[in-house]
């Protein structure tokens, strides 16, 4: 049995860009107040909207953790300022979170997914609030819990060990992914999970947090670190994959023990030692 058997993935940036779908979200809510509530339509523009929820954040530190309260309440002080029915707001957030789930994943993530379900237990831990379920990866996580849900964002650790809980299992049995180096790397390993920076954009490490144990440039990197920590478990669900449109050969790779195939997806950090010593010739040094 592999030592970890639960991976927790974050899910904006991470998972797909999520600067794209919140924008559109924003815009078809401000066009939707437009018809149903124009006073305060056109006397808030987008930016004025983001700086009361900011003041709200600010002014009600204990439902900052939670966006989608934070976005509804807003909006019932807003309506109700400007005279309109604050009840709107639940219609508007429907509308809302309808867009926000429009999202694009980035183009392994489906396909890596698809072959780490098959052994691992996903789950999706978001300090947002886009639901899986209703974007093009429903049916890969088994749970997906949001910080509103758990009552704290990370990197406090209350997402993680709702994780943990759910599955019945140790931090230590437990890998994290994620994009940002203090919300996921640094959060997940401060509660004794293995940790994974995910770094798409190619970005520096903080010099102020200890660099991360290996850093993935896509989720085929999280296979290979996967494979080579695993002692081979990976290589069924790796046959398993060999038939995805976008897997890239990355089944017949794994299955080989060699990782040719995905490993130019992972970056050990410098200085930092392999994960572990089985010579597969996985990873990439340096960058
Ligand atoms: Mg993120």
């Known amino acids: 049995m592999h030592p970890i058997e639960l991976i927790t993935l974050d899910l904006d940036e991470t998972l797909w860009p999520c600067m794209a779908p919140i924008q559109r979200a924003?815009?078809?809510?401000?066009?939707?107040?437009?018809?149903r509530a124009p006073r305060l339509a056109q006397a808030m523009a987008l930016g004025d909207l983001r700086a009361h929820r900011r003041d709200l954040m600010a002014q009600r530190p204990a439902i900052a953790h939670d966006v989608t309260l934070v976005r509804?309440?807003?909006?019932?002080?807003?309506?109700?300022?400007?005279?309109?029915?604050?009840?709107?707001?639940?219609?508007?957030?429907?509308?809302?979170?309808?867009h926000r789930n429009q999202v694009d994943p980035y183009p392994d993530v489906i396909?890596?997914?698809s072959v780490l379900a098959a052994d691992f237990k996903l789950v999706s831990v978001t300090n947002g609030n886009a639901d899986p379920a209703k974007t093009p990866l429903r049916g890969l996580f088994r749970l997906s819990l949001t910080a509103g849900e758990v009552g704290a964002a990370r990197p406090d650790p209350a997402l993680f060990q709702a994780a943990l809980d759910w599955a019945g299992l140790a931090p230590h049995q437990a890998?994290?992914?994620?994009?940002?180096?203090?919300?996921?790397?640094?959060a997940a390993r401060d509660h004794g999970l293995h940790a994974?920076?995910?770094?798409?954009?190619?970005?520096?490490?903080?010099?102020?947090?200890?660099p991360p144990t290996a850093e993935i440039a896509d989720l085929h990197g999280l296979l290979t670190w996967l494979a080579d920590t695993a002692g081979g478990r990976l290589a069924a669900s790796a046959n398993a994959g060999k038939g995805l449109p976008d897997s890239g050969g990355l089944g017949a790779g794994l299955a080989a023990g060699d990782g040719n195939a995905s490993n130019d997806s992972v970056i050990l950090v410098p200085g930092m030692p392999a994960p572990t010593p089985t010579g597969a010739g996985g990873q990439r040094h340096g960058r």
């Open 26 to 35: 924003e815009t078809a809510l401000h066009d939707w107040l437009g018809q």
């Open 196 to 210: 994974l920076w995910l770094n798409r954009q190619g970005l520096p490490w903080p010099e102020e947090l200890d």
């Open 72 to 98: 509804r309440t807003s909006l019932e002080l807003l309506l109700e300022d400007f005279g309109h029915d604050p009840a709107l707001a639940a219609e508007a957030m429907d509308l809302f979170m309808a």
């Open 111 to 113: 396909p890596v997914l």
């Open 175 to 186: 890998l994290h992914v994620g994009d940002h180096p203090l919300y996921d790397v640094q």
